[in-house]
């Protein structure tokens, strides 16, 4: 079955750096578009970034100029590089892979910036 597993989350300072990382298995990963969530205490599951087969990207403009999602096709993983962290950036971050026919999603990495 479908599998996504994030790694690469942790405690930063502001200022700091993070990269992010979602292993995929029981896909072909390198047709599939895929994106990166976050949820902080309280509040909706938001869009990231998102990248498409080709590697067309998509960001969230509190995220636009900061952070940088690309992807490895031979390891069959997606990436996000977090530069410059914000307090506000503290959340649970996501990897998603959706279809029109399912929608998968990993268990999530904690990401915690203190100012």
């Known amino acids: 079955q479908v599998q996504l597993v994030e790694s690469g989350g942790g405690l930063v300072q502001a200022g700091g750096s993070l990269r992010l990382s979602c292993e995929a298995s029981?896909?072909?990963?390198?047709?599939?578009?895929m994106g990166w969530y976050r949820q902080a205490p309280g509040k909706q599951r938001e869009l990231v970034a998102w990248?498409?087969?080709?590697?067309?990207?998509v960001y969230a403009e509190s995220v636009k100029g900061r952070f940088t999602i690309s992807r490895d096709n031979a390891k069959n993983t997606m990436y996000l590089q977090m530069n410059s962290l914000k307090p506000e950036d503290t959340a649970v971050y996501y990897c998603?892979?959706?279809?029109?026919?399912?929608?998968?999603w990993g268990q999530g990495t904690q990401v915690t910036v203190s100012s």
């Open positions: 998603n892979r959706n279809t029109p026919t399912s929608d998968t």
């Open positions: 029981g896909i072909i990963f390198s047709i599939n578009a």
């Open positions: 990248i498409s087969s080709g590697g067309l990207t």
